[in-house]
């Protein structure tokens, strides 16, 4: 099960199977605009669509806590008590992992919420921002225990607009990806949080393989070494590689 704090999302979309869906609405949904960002990061995560969803059997807790500036449909906001309250109704979902594709402020409210969600054994997963190379670190991202993802395009190359820095941990596909967009459309979607859903989708295939042995850590050794050698603050570990962490998990299941 995924938890996911963002916009609304378009739950009528013909490629999100409604029956594994649940949208908690802590902002009313808007219209379109207000639904293009959850609905991307839905599409990603869960899309029945082949050529989108990387868990489509997962289920969806999706709680809208940001809205859309209609003056600049790219800006998102919320506040740290609505990121709170929606990271508690997560956990007391008991979800499996939460994907925060979002970057702002650290606030000692949401590290509380996010050290209880890491405490109650979910795996947090959040954006490295889209900052670019000269950013303040961005927040959830940069707590501690918080897997921090930042893009790649398809050559392998950094997502230019991404933050840098020491917090991050992993690189995952965020250029140009095909994904649900409201109103029944599809789109293309460039950004940390794309990456951000990919690595969440991951994380949710390999554990419904095996729930005791994934791990932040079993994603970050299995990567594939990007950019300078060794972890670095512009890949991080590297780029997430799915087999590498199921052949990891198979060894780790044979000893």
Known sequence: KIGMVDTPIDILHRSLDNSKVRRIELIPAGDANNQKHGTAIAG??????????IAPEASLYAVSAFSTDTQNPSERSSTAGLVAKAIDLCIQEKVDILNLSFAGKSDPLVNRLVQKAVANNII???SAGNGGPKAEPAYPAAYDNVLAVTAVDEQESIFGRANRGTYIDLAAPGVNIFTTSP???FDLASGTSMATAHVTGLIALLLAMNKQSVTPALLEQTAVDLGIQGRDNDYGYGLVNVDRALAAMRG????
């Open 44 to 53: 990603v995560l869960i899309s029945q669509n082949p050529r989108i969803g």
């Open 124 to 126: 947090v997963v959040a």
């Open 252 to 255: 780790a299941a044979r000893h």
């Open 183 to 185: 109103a029944g459309t």
